[in-house]
């Protein structure tokens, strides 16, 4: 992740004559899939690397709001992005991972319980339509 990729999985599978293995898959861009494919060689030893170019949609409208919130007396501001289609409909809308858990280490509630505040409170504030 710190060379640049999007999203990695390492999967474990069963390879040639039954033997155990892993399959690392790696969602990068254009830019920096050489880089990756490089340290994933050096780093892991392999002769060889599979890469497949596929195309990616992205929702065309995504901003991100901040919400404030009040839990247990104390107000915090939440990072929410807010997906829209060109038709300015809402697609999606979901907090940011790195807000929830901030608000979580500091009231020391789980990080489901602030989710779930949160959504609650973006469906009072945030129009639907």
């Excluded at 340290?39 to 596929?54: D, F, K, N, P, S």
């Amino acid at each position: 992740m710190a060379e640049g990729a999007k999203d990695v999985a390492l999967i474990p599978t069963y390879r040639k004559k039954n033997r155990p293995g892993h399959l690392i898959r790696i969602v990068a861009d254009d830019e920096t899939y050489l880089k990756l494919l490089r340290t994933l060689i050096e780093e892991t030893g392999t002769l060889g690397v599979r890469y497949i170019r596929l195309p990616r949609f992205v929702a065309p409208l995504r901003t991100k709001v901040h919400v404030p919130i009040i839990i247990n007396g104390r107000e915090f501001t939440l990072v929410v992005k807010v997906s829209r289609d060109l038709h300015g409909n809402i697609i999606a809308v979901k907090p940011e991972y790195e807000s929830l858990k901030k608000v979580s280490q500091e009231t020391g509630l789980p990080l489901r319980k602030v989710k779930e505040l949160v959504y609650q409170k973006i469906r009072e504030n945030i129009p639907l339509k």
